[in-house]
């Protein structure tokens, strides 16, 4: 995707939704509260700071939080005696050395692990042999924190939210999903919400909307988010479906006129709804987000380059 079309195309359709009838516009805060005077736009650090730091770890977290992100994302799923894990994938290849560690192992599926088997992997030293975003390269990761990847632990998820909390801050939680175990998983990831009493520092989101409809059905209290890789007719009839109060969608997909319409359709609506971009990272296509009033957040691998655009609009 050329974001410079993008950045064009955004333009396009913001002017298309600000002179249709019945557009309006919204504001809406990431986690339910006071409605805001203004538009503001919700730094959210896609799997921690990954552009700077291995995705999905504490190291990568604390380094969002430092950037001056609002909240930060990441994945959860099984392991195979039913602990919870920050990973992405499905596998732990990419983003660990558990080919080195059990090299005589038929599957590296997450799931056919157990947490202490997890719990001996490294999962910080792949960032710095593979370098994924050129961070390293280009000098924008500090001899400092270069120092504290290698031997970086797979997190479970108490120790996220346990971060979370000590720093006063917010969580997306992606939970995966899952053919056999979802409504297991998604019980056991609001327990820990519960028992932690973050109900209010966290969102819950899927893909999979079965998920985010069975996480209101057991907790209505805890904030949900659909993920949709393109806009479709009947967003208002999705977002109610599933109750859910946050529409993720693909910054890929903001070219398209369908896009458009379902943004309007949801400021129209006047339901609280927010409205969040995943993954956008290039300076200019943020530049241009940013000023869409209908965008209430935005995921990047990046939050410190946002936050330093945020910054320099409010000045």
């Not at 719990?119 to 960032?127: C, I, N, P, V, Y």
């Not at 973050?198 to 998920?211: A, C, K, T, Y």
């Not at 006129?257 to 949801?266: K, S």
């Amino acid at each position: 995707m050329d974001w410079k079309i993008v950045c064009i195309t955004l333009f396009v359709v913001f002017t298309a939704i600000m002179l249709a009838p019945g557009g309006t516009i919204g504001t809406n805060s990431l986690i339910q509260g006071e409605p805001s005077d203004e538009v503001a736009v919700t730094n959210i650090a896609h799997r921690g700071a990954r552009g700077v730091a291995p995705e999905n770890t504490l190291v990568a977290a604390k380094q969002a939080y430092e950037s001056g992100a609002d909240m930060w994302e990441t994945d959860v799923q099984f392991t195979s005696d039913k602990n919870i894990v920050l990973m992405h994938d499905d596998t732990l290849e990419r983003t660990s050395d558990v080919e080195s560690v059990y090299p005589d192992r038929e599957s590296y599926m997450v799931s056919d692990f157990t947490l202490e088997e997890i719990r001996q992997l490294d999962a910080g030293s792949w960032f710095l042999n593979s370098d994924p975003f050129d961070t390293i390269a280009n000098g924008e990761v500090s001899k400092t924190e270069l120092q504290k990847f290698p031997g970086v632990k797979v997190p479970t998820l108490q120790e996220a939210l346990e971060l979370t909390k000590r720093l006063n801050w917010k969580v997306n939680l992606e939970i995966k999903p899952l053919e056999g175990d979802a409504e297991l998983l998604v019980r056991k990831v609001l327990d820990q919400v519960v028992k932690m009493e973050m109900e209010s520092q966290v969102v819950i989101s899927s893909f999979d909307h079965s998920i985010v409809r069975l996480a209101g059905e057991l907790n209505p209290e805890i904030a949900r988010g659909v993920l949709v890789k393109e806009a479709r007719p009947g967003v208002l009839g999705l977002m109610r479906e599933n109750g859910a109060g946050f529409y993720n969608i693909s910054g890929a997909a903001l070219d398209e006129r369908q896009t458009g319409q379902n943004l309007r359709e949801l400021k129209a609506a006047e339901e609280g709804y927010g409205v969040n971009i995943y993954t956008v990272n290039e300076r200019k296509a943020l530049e241009a987000l940013i000023k869409n009033p209908f965008i209430d957040g935005i995921f990047t691998d990046f939050p410190g380059r946002l936050n330093s655009i945020l910054s320099s609009v409010s000045q």
